[in-house]
């Protein structure tokens, strides 16, 4: 069985990217996503809503098939890796995005109007005002959907990705242990999920303490 | 009626600030009934008024926080006409409220800022002034507002009365040419609303042409040259306040002011 | 068109058996939620730790890395378990987890008020549990247990991978029969979708009517 760890555990460094591209990928695609939702035209309202919407309702699983098996039949044929991460970077927007969103509503119109009366142009409101207080008012929970984002990554698994979980199948097929294996494997995403966990407790109270709002 | 005394003075070319026909509807409900209301250059001007008499609305309507459903306003040279079916854009907005400074109820000053840079903020970004031109600005602001051993600290840890105070010295910045006060002190507790209203009294000494929506009828009376009532979104009077306060002529100013007043 | 139509027809009993294990796990995840929220307060602290460590590994394990623990590592230790049972049994820790999380937080987000206004009038601990404490939290954690529950549908494409019948399983046979492996899983993203879509909106207009009375 101790032979076989060190084998799992690279598949950390594959989970670990995976989690890190298809959330910065999410992070970035979800603010026009999340801006448009709210755009006063419906014309682009709509669309955004829904495509937020379709994105949350279908699983994961089905989204990774879709691309995999599914999409090669319009001629796009991406590998496992990058079908992983592009899929789970697109459907991390919509999550995001949501999250952008609660985010926009708690914070409140009195800093819009402000910014406005001085005469702050829409980009400058939104880069000096709006955006660092939303995101000191997002990021717990972003980092509660990183560490989730990191057990997803297990789903890649399924189309064939190299990574941790991939690898403990493996290994439980090879040795017929599948306890152990997938013990050891249970334990890895532990022990992965608590930097992330302990961070962002910290920072969190760390902004609290620097600015509370008067 | 006082009402066409206003009117008049709108019309007149020497008005510095003027609203004309401004109305704002929100679906059925008329928040602002075709106010019209002009300032001399230098005048401060008080609206009083029943809470929902569509006051605040009015002064938002002035810098087009809220776009009117009709109207025009006027600062000097610059103006801005709106009617149904039409809807400015923020450019044409802009040069307006570059003359127009806003001071609000609940503050709004940038939390996550501090007091220095809250004030200096949309100096260099809308004026393009230097940072160390808008610091120096900024201090000297400060200064004056008697707050500058608190340029260094965020808003959180200031008062209610300070960060008021802050939120005037961010307006002033930009050398707006008229101050609007949205009910500067009804956040207040009255010893800390004092304080700002000493600012505010000092800026009008030193010219500031003002137009102030307040609940505190001590300032109204001893600060401004007129006062204008406000009621159901129309204005109902308006004259000078030894006049208007303690000899009104419409019922319903009578009302009002019997009830606030204690009379 | 009508090869789409019957993707979706194929694809239908598989929903039935997804439902099935979602109703089920769902059933007994809200009673262990319950069970491990209250005793994590319990006064010995080996229960505390216990009724902890049930949590955490169940939030903080992938349900792919759980269901395989469960179907292919249980038979280790002489429980050999039927696709069905197997997923329930996962199902139910992995989402029981979270549940008990709600519950917790919920407790929590009950105004102090209360429990001091309970306690000054007098009122036994176990009366201001039931009548005081208990339906506020209830009202409060109703909302993110119905969102859990629709989660818990979407998760079930997952059990797939140990090789339940549902949809996703469904969906992979017929687009090897078809080979239009592209409009199945389509058929299978668009009931997903529907479902998820319909629950989300009726979760909402629950919400609403619980808003009005408080």
Redesign the interface.
């Known amino acids: 069985m101790f032979q076989y760890t060190g084998y799992i555990l690279a598949g950390v460094v594959g989970t670990v990217a995976i989690t890190v591209a298809a959330f910065l990928i999410g992070a970035v695609l979800g603010v026009p996503l999340a801006v448009a939702s709210r755009s006063a035209y419906r014309v682009v309202r709509w669309p955004a809503i829904s495509v937020i919407?379709?994105f949350?309702?279908?699983?994961n699983?089905?989204?990774l098939?879709?691309v995999f098996?599914?999409?090669?039949?319009?001629g796009i044929r991406l590998g496992p890796w990058a079908t992983a991460i592009i899929t789970l970077g697109v459907t991390s927007s919509a999550y995001l995005a949501e999250i952008y969103r609660g985010g926009f509503s708690g914070l409140g119109q009195?800093?819009w109007?402000?910014?406005?009366?001085?005469?702050?142009?829409?980009w400058?409101r939104g880069r000096?005002?709006l955006a660092?207080?939303l995101a000191?008012v997002v990021s717990p929970t972003m980092a509660t959907y990183a560490i989730s984002l990191l057990?997803?990554?297990?789903?890649a698994?399924?189309i064939g990705v190299v990574e941790l979980?991939f690898r403990?199948?493996l290994v439980?097929q090879r040795t017929g242990?599948?306890?152990?294996?997938?013990?050891v494997?249970?334990l890895v995403?532990?022990v992965l999920?608590l930097p992330l966990a302990y961070t962002s407790r910290r920072v969190d109270s760390r902004l609290r303490a620097?600015?509370?709002?008067? | 009626m006082s009402g066409l005394d206003t009117r008049e003075q709108a019309v007149e070319s020497d008005a510095f600030l003027a609203a004309s026909g401004v109305t704002m509807r929100f679906g059925d409900h008329v928040a602002v009934r075709d106010v019209t209301l002009g300032l001399a250059r230098g005048q401060v001007v008080s609206i009083i008024g029943p809470s929902g008499a569509g006051k605040s609305t009015f002064l938002r309507c002035v810098n087009f926080l809220e776009i009117p459903t009709a109207g025009t306003i006027r600062v000097g040279g610059t103006s801005l006409t709106v009617g149904p079916g039409t809807r400015p854009r923020e450019k044409d907005i802009q040069p307006l409220r570059r003359k127009l400074g806003m001071v609000f109820q609940n503050f709004n000053l940038f939390p996550h800022l501090t007091v220095l840079r809250n004030v200096s903020l949309a100096q260099e970004r809308v004026l393009g002034r230097s940072p160390a031109e808008a610091e120096a600005r900024s201090m000297s602001l400060l200064e004056r507002v008697g707050l500058a051993d608190k340029a260094s600290a965020y808003p959180g840890r200031c008062s209610g009365g300070q960060q008021q105070r802050v939120a005037i010295a961010r307006a002033l910045a930009l050398d707006p040419a008229v101050m609007l006060f949205d009910e500067p002190t009804s956040a207040l507790d009255p010893e800390v609303g004092a304080e700002v209203l000493a600012v505010m009294k000092e800026l009008a000494g030193e010219g500031m042409t003002m137009l102030v929506v307040t609940h505190e009828m001590a300032f109204a009376r001893d600060v401004s040259d007129r006062i204008v009532v406000m009621v159901d979104g129309a204005v109902v009077e308006a004259g000078e306040p030894h006049k208007v306060m303690s000899d009104p002529e419409h019922p319903r100013t009578r009302g009002f002011l019997s009830a606030v007043l204690g009379r | 068109m009508d090869g789409f139509l019957a993707d979706l027809q194929i694809l239908a009993p598989g929903l039935g058996t997804a439902l099935q294990l979602a109703g089920l796990s769902l059933a007994l995840a809200y009673v262990l939620g319950l069970v491990l929220a209250l005793l994590v307060d319990a006064r010995q602290r080996v229960v505390r730790i216990a009724a902890l460590v049930v949590i955490e590994v169940g939030r903080g394990l992938p349900l792919l890395v759980i269901l395989y623990l469960v179907y292919r590592g249980l038979p280790q230790v002489g429980f050999y378990l039927d696709p069905m049972p197997a997923a329930v049994i996962a199902f139910t820790w992995s989402i029981g987890a979270y549940a008990s999380e709600i519950m917790r937080s919920s407790l929590n987000a009950v105004p102090p008020g209360q429990r001091e206004a309970a306690a000054a009038l007098g009122l036994a601990p176990r009366s201001a549990y039931r009548d005081i404490l208990l339906p506020q939290a209830a009202r409060i954690a109703i909302p993110p247990l119905m969102n859990l529950a629709i989660k818990a549908f979407q998760l079930t494409s997952l059990a797939y991978t140990i090789t339940l019948s549902e949809v996703m399983q469904a969906a992979y046979l017929r687009g090897s029969v078809t080979f239009e492996y592209l409009r199945t899983f389509v058929a299978a993203a668009v009931l997903y979708a529907a479902v998820a879509i319909v629950a989300s909106l009726l979760v909402r207009r629950f919400e609403r009517r619980l808003h009005r009375h408080l």
Request: hydrophobic share 40%; no cysteine; glycine share 12%.
């Open positions: 919407e379709v949350r309702s279908v699983p699983l089905v989204w098939f879709l098996f599914g999409l090669p039949e319009v009195g800093q109007l402000a910014s406005k009366a001085l005469g702050l142009t829409t400058d000096y005002v660092p207080q000191r057990k997803e990554s297990a789903l698994s399924t979980t403990g199948g439980a242990d599948g306890l152990t294996t997938f013990v494997v249970g995403y532990l999920s620097k600015f509370s709002v008067g």
